[in-house]
């Protein structure tokens, strides 16, 4: 459909998820939320499935929550309330699940590639937990970002909100391989390969060994996390840095010159 803001499709067992809202950097508006959702779980169900690849248009992987979206709207009409469950399917599918990114990702958008199984990222692509410069807080994200990361790196860069390059990202868990544009694809083709040569019985069974206890446990601790983002988003301070972004300026907590 030419109005679709997701595709869908299924070539060689390999379900492939593509993000086609560059307009908006790919931002998770309640469409693309919706199709994302709706293409996970239709990966999840078929059995020719055995591996899924989550991918993009455009200049950008995912910008994170759609800001617009989001200014005016009470903790209730949140977008982010719809969001751990597109967190939770990625990160507790049966079939491994490959991001490949050619090009940034925030805030949201880096808490996608964190509930992957496998991430690739071109050497140019940026990442950034931009969150607390708008006055809202990466509480949802980091229920798959706080497992990959190292702590001091986690604390940096959530508290900072500073961007950083692939190969920081690689170098602190975020990603498995930071490549040059003209091997990205052949990087994912060769994780995917090897991912399908796995009984999927067995994948799945690995998966969950992999995740343990958080794993069991992620369903409520989404639901804490998803309170404390909601309201943070709908609160003055988050208001006010969500209206400061749209507006191109420094927010009023920032000091000025």
């Avoid at 804490?224 to 943070?232: I, K, N």
Wanted: proline share 5%; net charge negative.
């Amino acid at each position: 459909m030419a109005d679709e803001l997701v595709h869908y499709d299924v070539t060689g067992g390999v379900a492939t998820i593509t993000l086609d809202s560059p307009h908006n950097r790919n931002a998770l508006s309640a469409q693309l939320r919706k199709e994302l959702s709706a293409g996970l779980e239709q990966a999840v169900a078929d059995d020719a499935v055995r591996v899924i690849v989550l991918t993009h248009t455009g200049p950008v992987f995912c910008a994170g929550m759609d800001l617009k979206e989001a200014r005016g709207a009470g903790s209730q009409d949140q977008g982010v309330n719809e969001f751990p469950a597109i967190l939770e399917r990625i990160w507790t599918s049966p079939k491994p699940v490959v991001a490949r990114l050619a090009g940034p990702a925030r805030a949201g958008g880096v808490g996608i590639v964190a509930a992957a199984d496998i991430a690739v990222a071109v050497d140019s692509a940026t990442f950034a937990f931009s969150e607390v410069r708008i006055g809202v807080i990466p509480a949802i994200i980091s229920v798959t970002v706080l497992p990959r990361l190292t702590p001091r790196a986690a604390h940096e860069l959530f508290l900072t909100g500073d961007v950083f390059d692939a190969e920081r990202a690689a170098s602190i868990g975020l990603i498995n391989a930071a490549v040059p544009a003209e091997l990205l694809d052949t990087t994912v083709e060769r994780y995917v390969t090897s991912l399908a040569l796995g009984g999927p019985a067995a994948l799945a069974a690995t998966k969950d060994l992999l995740q343990g206890e958080s794993g069991r446990e992620m369903p409520k601790t989404f639901e804490t996390m998803l309170a404390t983002s909601a309201r943070f988003f709908a609160s003055e301070e988050g208001q006010e840095g969500i209206t400061a972004f749209a507006e191109k300026r420094k927010p009023s907590w920032v000091p000025q010159d």
